[in-house]
């Protein structure tokens, strides 16, 4: 999956809030429902004229959102208000937490919770004003100990020494990155882009690990993923431009011993192209690029990348 070992790292060294690594009780309909999104009316309006076709704003769309520096610009601003927050809640930063934590411990967690209204505004001049908003919660048990895990930080079921042993985690986490006065800029190798609006992202991961047959090295692992994205975003190259509305959610599962089993699905709204009277004027219903949830799984883990 996406970010294994990022996650794998997250899961195991920071141990999250009270899920017990199960998932949640809720059929795959509900875990596909869509994130709402702003009207258009809620974003302000781009510099230079509608893009002129449906081509052109699919265009202007993944130029500024995936092909420039927009993910590493929002990873910056995660990890800073990210890691305000976790120190806040829980007294000390991410490695003093890990460093300190009880290593004869089966289970931990913790929680943050992001209200930041500067960081966005510290990256870039041109916004005004921005929000960052969420939640990350989460929680971890083994029938070892946290000292037991902790050195295999890539994959926890190498950790695992004798028949049963398990290792369960699960994690959820929210945000949403508001820029409502002004525009963050981004650049890729052909132009510059200004966006404005709303990202709102969710995911919930959870994972067991039980080893079954030590002498051959048989670990049944289950996991499973949820991640949804919306965004409702006023963009612009200074020529063209639009506003943007798309909502999507994946499920992605894998279960078995050790080759395992994979399946997924998901929805999606397409893409909704808006001028600046906030007019639909393009949909493109199919419009279901896979680096929509990637986009959003990296940002929503960037503190965890170390």
């Given amino acids: 999956m996406k970010n294994k070992k990022i996650l794998w790292v997250l899961l195991i060294l920071v141990l999250f809030v009270a ?34 076709n449906e081509n052109d704003a699919m265009n202007l769309f993944e130029s500024a959102i995936f092909k420039g520096n927009l993910e590493g610009l929002l990873k910056d601003v995660e990890k800073a208000a990210f890691n305000t927050a976790f120190k806040a809640a829980n007294g000390k930063d991410l490695t003093a937490f890990i460093l300190a934590y009880d290593k004869t411990a089966k289970s931990a967690s913790f929680s943050a919770n992001i209200n930041d209204t500067t960081e966005l505004k510290k990256k870039d001049a041109d916004i005004k004003a921005g929000k960052i908003t969420g ?22 079921a190498d950790a695992l020494k004798n028949n049963g042993d398990t290792v369960s985690s699960n994690m959820t986490s929210s945000r949403t990155f508001a820029i409502t006065d002004g525009y963050i800029n981004t650049v890729t190798g052909w132009g510059s882009y200004k966006v404005a609006g709303y990202i709102t992202m969710e995911q919930d991961y959870s994972s067991n690990n039980t080893l079954k047959n030590k002498a051959k090295d048989i670990v049944f692992k289950i996991e499973n993923q949820t991640d949804k994205v919306s965004m409702t ?17 994946e499920i992605r599962s894998r279960s078995g011993d050790n080759k395992r089993d994979a399946s997924g699905s998901f929805a999606t709204t397409g893409l909704e192209v808006y001028d600046n009277n906030n007019t639909l004027i393009f949909t493109l219903p199919h419009y279901n690029p896979d680096a929509l949830t990637e986009f959003a799984s990296e940002i929503i883990n960037a503190a965890f990348d170390f």
């Fill in 19 to 52: 899920f017990a690594g199960c998932k949640k009780d809720e059929d795959e309909d509900d875990a596909l429902l869509l994130l709402p999104m702003e009207p258009a009316s809620s974003v302000q309006k781009f510099a230079g004229a509608i893009v002129a």
């Fill in 135 to 156: 939640s990350t919660n989460g929680v971890t048990s083994t029938s070892l100990t946290f000292g037991d895990i902790l050195p295999h930080m890539d994959d926890p």
């Fill in 233 to 249: 975003l006023s963009i612009s190259d200074g020529t063209n431009g639009a506003k943007f509305r798309i909502s999507k959610s």
